[in-house]
């Protein structure tokens, strides 16, 4: 079995895939539409990887609170199944009780709006350097803010080592009094 999102019947007309790979490849294809497409699939696999993680992780997360299932809803979900899923684990490590909440969520699937670009950078601003920048301070921001100041703790919700984050506060100087 095999999979991939692009087109290899143009990729072989165009040279950029072997044509004898692609026939070896071709028995069977099935074409099965991104998650985004078929939004009704992510309640019924959010709930197969709770289940999964559940026993993986020794947790015993019993359901998702409908806000964070809506949250799920509206996300478009560019990483496809494997982000759904890494989304719910995540969520069930963070989760305090029997509950997945919204807030267990990545904080751009919360705050993830059709649309609009995440987050918003100046229309004139074409540096990735400092659209990057601004990206993490925000993030580092949201972070330490919803972990009342906690640092090991917004260190997981960014998902990086406490070291980076005292970097990274370090070097934005990011004042803690005013987040």
């Given at each position: 079995?095999?999979?991939?999102?692009?087109?290899?019947i143009?990729?072989?007309?165009?040279?950029?895939?072997?044509?004898?790979?692609?026939?070896?490849?071709?028995?069977?294809?099935?074409?099965?539409?991104p998650?985004?497409?078929?939004?009704?699939?992510?309640p019924l696999?959010?709930?197969h990887?709770?289940?999964?993680?559940?026993?993986?992780l020794?947790?015993?997360?019993?359901?998702?609170?409908?806000?964070?299932?809506?949250?799920l809803?509206?996300?478009?979900?560019?990483?496809?199944?494997?982000?759904?899923?890494?989304?719910?684990?995540?969520?069930i490590?963070?989760?305090?009780?029997?509950?997945i909440?919204?807030e267990?969520?990545?904080a751009?699937?919360q705050?993830?709006?059709?649309?609009?670009p995440y987050?918003?950078?100046?229309?004139?601003e074409?540096?990735?350097k400092?659209?990057?920048?601004?990206?993490?301070i925000?993030?580092?921001q949201?972070?330490l803010?919803?972990?009342?100041?906690?640092h090991?703790?917004?260190?997981?919700?960014?998902?990086?080592?406490?070291?980076?984050?005292l970097?990274?506060?370090?070097?934005?100087?990011?004042?803690?009094?005013?987040?």
């Open positions: 079995m095999a999979a991939t999102v692009k087109d290899l143009r990729e072989v007309k165009e040279g950029r895939f072997r044509e004898d790979l692609f026939y070896r490849l071709n028995v069977f294809p099935i074409h099965l539409p998650l985004r497409e078929r939004r009704e699939d992510i696999l959010a709930s990887f709770v289940k999964k993680y559940n026993q993986a020794g947790k015993a997360v019993a359901s998702i609170h409908p806000k964070a299932v809506e949250t809803l509206n996300y478009r979900w560019f990483g496809n199944v494997r982000e759904l899923e890494n989304t719910i684990e995540r969520a490590v963070l989760a305090d009780g029997s509950e909440d919204k267990n969520l990545p751009e699937i705050e993830f709006e059709e649309g609009v987050p918003p950078v100046e229309e004139e074409c540096s990735i400092k659209a990057s920048k601004s990206l993490e925000n993030l580092i949201k972070a803010k919803r972990t009342r100041g906690n090991t703790h917004a260190a997981k919700l960014l998902e990086i080592t406490h070291r980076a984050l970097y990274k506060i370090k070097e934005y100087g990011i004042r803690e009094k005013d987040v």
